[in-house]
């Protein structure tokens, strides 16, 4: 028999109090591994959203320009109208690697989502955008047979919803309009899995927008002269210079003050869990005084009292991470879901990322949450006299 | 040559209650050789329980000089009062105290996990068939009536050997038979083993069965006599 059975036997002799001890670090350390777990896959998201748009600098119409990079992010341009003149003007800087002006419409679709009504985002683009996105690929179909077809290229994701193959005819009902689909991207894991891409020219014709862009996106030969090509294009009046840096900063800054709060929440909740397992052992201490003052007349050492009562409490720790982490594993959608709908802007992909790191460190966190929680009550039950605790409660 | 394994010498305990100093031991001198049976009597309140915490270094004293095993244990702190005893000490207590999260058996092998003793469970089985619970070992306490507690409590007080069995009311809670069933444990293992044993009872008939009978009266020995019923 080792002093572990010893401890082992007495958590099974409250089941309900132990379960309930237990559940509390479990919801302590899901909380935790939850949100460490948004830390990382949110970064890892943005940076992978941002990175695949394949521009650095996008050129928008003057605006707020926190507002102009949520809805660039949601899809590619803020929606206020430049003059495709400034696209003609800039295309001929030679610090220009690759260029593509962008015109994004959004069209309200009554049909959608089981008839609750969607919006559908339409995206003008010219032959260059494949050049700014080599990645892309076709899962059917191919590109525009004509600059200012009515044709559309579906991203996967839409393609999925709406159950289109290539070769469909779609209907707009508040233009009156007939689109055929030529193709349907593969997954890029990024926000273009939901738009519908059509020709520029036929964007600026259908939804009656001449010469009009949204945004206009540009990859550098040198991102070094970011500043100077910025500088540049200061005298051009109505636009504004978006660097994509910018963006993901200000995202970052967005969603880490919103993380103080979350964050406050995971201390809290280990604080709780950590004073409701000081407070059960130490309960069960106080309730086994006779025993203890037993224990120590056969033979146990202040040593062995602390011992015991050290490795309960740890034990209800090991027992609580563990769970807690099966929990937060289990509940990584749930969180998922609950984020996408409170955070102003969330990225397509994984937002939450549980690694083995993440969850070796918070078992490990929880270990030594139980080896912190267990000092006090193990002292407590250690200095108990012998004779005073046997004789105690008669 | 007898042997001499504890000697006090005008000792004291004193209690102080709300101020008040309490003497529940006064100046008591006492020897206690190898193989005595020895029954502490005396009325509720005369200082049994504290005389036995005391000499079986369960407690410190608080004047006089005590020495047990060799030891001059007057001075000792706990951390090495408790090394004396668990080797050398094994009790019994009225409420028996085995622990209820234990089987019979493991309770039994509990001191030698804190002595650091090799847990040779066949020996801890064997004491448990001597005292006629063979067939009860992997029995929890609350599965097992008083006298079959009792009798756990024996086997777990002499699973390390030890050189004396002190043993407060050991019947108290018991009834008249299962009572003269431990007692008769008790004469069994003082007179085939050899072994020390000092109890304090309330039951007249049980301790004038001891060879040695002490009564205590306001934390004073009144008389020592030699009993004529031992057989
Ligand atoms: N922890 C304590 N604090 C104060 N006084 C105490 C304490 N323990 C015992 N006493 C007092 O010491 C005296 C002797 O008590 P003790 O328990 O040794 O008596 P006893 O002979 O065993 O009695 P009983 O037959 O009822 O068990 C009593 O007056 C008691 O009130
Ligand atoms: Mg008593």
Redesign the pocket.
Known sequence: MKILTVAFKNLQRKKIRTFLTIGGVAIAVAVLVSLMGFDTGYQKSLTNDIDKMGYQVLVTAKGCPYEAATLMLKGGGGLRYMEQSVFDKIAKDPRIERISPQLAATEFDKDRQNGQGGIILYMGVSNSYLELKPWSKFKSGQWFSSDDADEVIIGYEAAELEQRVAGDQIFIPNLNKVLKVVGIFERTGTQDDGIMFIPLATAQRIFDLPGKLTGIGIKLKDIGSLGDFEESLYNEPGIQVISMAQVKGTIFNLVSSSKVMTNSVAIIAILIAVIGVVNTILMSVFERTKEIGVMKAIGASRLDIFHIIWLETTLICVLGGFFGEIIAILGTSLVEHIIRQTLPYAPAGKLVIITPVLLLGSFLGAVIMGLIAGIYPAFRASSMRP??AI?SGD | MVNILIKADRIS?I???FAEE????KDLDLEIRQGEFIA?M????????????ILGCLDKVSTGKLNVLDHDVSAFKESSLVKIRRVNMGFVF?EFLLIPTLTALENVVLPLLFSGLPQEHSKAVSLLERVGLGHRINHLPRELSGGERQRVAIARALVTTPKILFA??PT?NLDTKSGQQIFDIFKELNQKDDLTIVL?T?NYKLGLQARRIMF?KD?CIVSREESSLFV
């Open positions: 004779v005073e004789r | 305990k209690y102080t209650l309490i003497k529940a031991i502490i005396g009325p509720s309140g005369s200082g049994k329980t504290t005389l036995l915490d009225q407060d009311e108290g304090t309330h205590l934390g």
